[in-house]
């Protein structure tokens, strides 16, 4: 019906057409003004609304690590503000040497050591844009232990970096040390921001974070509730949810800590030498006691008359690395449902995880990142690389440091051990686990998370519906003048002002 009735109006359009010719003086004249207008309003609408070139904020973060410090650069779109625009790294440098904490008796040098990546930061954020990045300083575990051991000392540190860090034109906003906390619930924040998840509300990634001097495990477990322990309770309201986050950070289990764990385990006697499973057959150095024994995770245990030196050579058994290790973990107390270790309660695991930092760095090395291999294959290849001689490892790795070479058995034989004994991982569940170094540019670790809370960069609640692009808005103006266009044309065939007598178009 209706189409025969569109069909009929186009004839009688025509006929009309024929009668009255609109090429008239006056509907020339509306016709010409309207298709102006129509272009003016057009052309005025589009380029009023036409993107300005991008401009960008900066913010500085330095990670003051319990083996070296790293400065990130991250940047977002400064149009955008506070919600809508996505951070990313900008730029990131490693600080020559090793952590702030182990400049105890020289502090003006933890401050001087910063300055060549702070150099390298004037040069990388624009000089407009200097005085107003937000400059911050964040020390982990190294940091903890240097207060606990001696608290004077810890201060100096702190002191020194930030008259370092005053003298560049940045915003400085301060350096501070992170509770093991903070430190597991902004990594948690960083992996599921960079991924996505909050803004969308999707199901989060817990972190695993495993460090020189301590080591965080995060996640959100699957029922909701009243933790058993308030203290390894962190919870957030971000982007209009709600997140009850489990998160606990084990001082003195970094790798580095930890083996200090195992080597006063094996020298508790105060033997001249000891034949050390994780470590590779042929390996031998002479090692100072009061060296291993200088820091607060095991200065407690060293033995009384133990010579100065000790002679640690390498046994290459990965058998026998499993045993040594599971021997600084302590699994007999638990006063809660549930624990990991050492008395520390954990609800059961659940969902994915995103385990960095030297998970990664060990892992990578040890080609063991592919998380689909079963378990029981990644111990066999682990054991094959234990089993490997010292000669032919430093043969096959001349381009990486010494120090790390030779402790990729044990640090592996470690993060097996921490992840199925120590958080209950099973042989289902490793699976679940990736090792990951970045994600979408970014490095996975606490300080973006850390930033990002500090200038309330993730609101509590979710941001309005965004505004419409560019391209959409331009699409939008068009098909409305169209339309108005179409209008119009069908107005003049109908009502043209010459003619006086229409017929009736039902
Ligand atoms: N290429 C690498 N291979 C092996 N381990 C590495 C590598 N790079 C860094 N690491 C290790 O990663 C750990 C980083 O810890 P760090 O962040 O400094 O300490 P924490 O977080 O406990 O304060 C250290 O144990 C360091 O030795
Ligand atoms: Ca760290």
Redesign the pocket.
């Known amino acids: 019906m209706s189409a025969q009735r569109a069909a009929g109006s186009l004839t009688d359009c025509r006929e009309m057409k024929e009668k009255n010719p609109w090429h008239t003086p006056v509907t020339i004249s509306i016709t010409v003004i309207g298709v102006i207008a129509i272009v003016a309003l057009v052309t005025v609408a589009v380029l009023q609304n036409k993107p300005v070139p991008q401009k960008y904020k900066y913010g500085i973060v330095l990670?003051a690590?319990?083996?070296?410090t790293a400065l990130y650069i991250y940047k977002w779109p400064a149009e955008k503000d506070n919600n809508t625009g996505r951070v990313e790294q900008e730029h990131s440098c490693k600080v020559k040497g090793k952590?702030i904490s182990s400049y105890a008796e020289t502090p003006w040098q933890a401050g001087e050591s910063l300055t060549e990546c702070m150099e390298d930061a004037v040069k990388q954020v624009p000089t407009k844009r200097h005085f107003e990045t937000p400059l911050y300083l964040g020390a982990?575990?190294?940091m903890r232990l240097l207060h606990m051991e001696n608290s004077v000392a810890s201060d100096k540190v702190f002191q020194a970096v930030e008259k370092s860090l005053q003298k560049f034109p940045f915003s400085y906003q301060g350096a501070r040390m992170l509770s093991g906390q903070e430190?597991g619930a902004f990594g948690w924040v960083t992996v599921n921001y960079l991924d996505d998840r909050l803004k969308q509300g999707l199901e989060t990634t817990g972190a695993l974070?495993?460090?020189?001097?301590?080591t965080q495990i995060s996640f959100v477990p699957k029922n909701y509730i009243i933790s058993e322990s308030p203290s390894n309770s962190v919870t957030f309201r971000l982007y209009g949810n709600d997140y009850n986050l489990y998160t606990h950070s084990f001082l003195c289990y970094?790798?580095?800590q930890v083996l200090r764990l195992a080597l006063a385990h094996q020298t508790k006697s105060g033997p001249g030498e000891i034949a050390d499973p994780c470590f590779h057959p042929g390996y031998s150095e002479s090692k100072n006691y009061s060296v291993l024994y200088d820091s607060p995770c095991v200065s407690d245990r060293k033995p009384q008359g133990a010579p100065v030196t000790f002679h640690h050579k390498g046994e290459g058994n990965f058998q026998q690395c499993q045993e040594v290790v599971k021997n600084v973990f302590n699994f007999t107390s638990c006063k809660y449902s549930r624990c990991s270790f050492n008395g520390v309660f954990q609800p059961p695991l659940h969902g994915q995880f995103g385990a960095f930092?030297?998970y990664y760095?060990?892992m990578d090395?040890l080609n063991l990142t592919d998380t689909s291999v079963p378990l029981t294959t990644v111990k066999d290849k682990l054991a094959k690389h234990c089993a490997t001689p010292w000669n032919q490892i430093i043969q096959q790795h001349p381009e990486i440091?010494v120090k790390?070479l030779a402790e990729?058995c044990f640090?592996g034989a470690y993060i097996l051990t921490l992840l199925t004994e120590g958080y209950n991982f099973t042989s289902e569940s490793y699976s679940s686990i990736k090792f990951i170094k970045k994600i979408k540019g970014s490095d996975a670790g606490w300080t973006l998370g850390y930033m990002l809370n500090l200038t309330n960069m993730i609101p509590a609640e979710a941001p309005d519906s965004p505004p419409l692009p560019h391209a959409g808005y331009v699409s939008i103006v068009t098909v409305i003048a169209l339309l108005i266009f179409t209008l119009f044309i069908i107005f003049l065939c109908r009502f043209r002002p010459s003619s006086s007598k229409q017929p009736q178009i039902v």
Do not use: I, N, R, W
């Open positions: 990670d690590g319990s083996s070296h952590g982990t575990a190294g430190e974070d495993l460090g020189g001097a301590s970094g790798k580095d930092s030297a760095y060990v090395f440091h790390y990729y640090s």
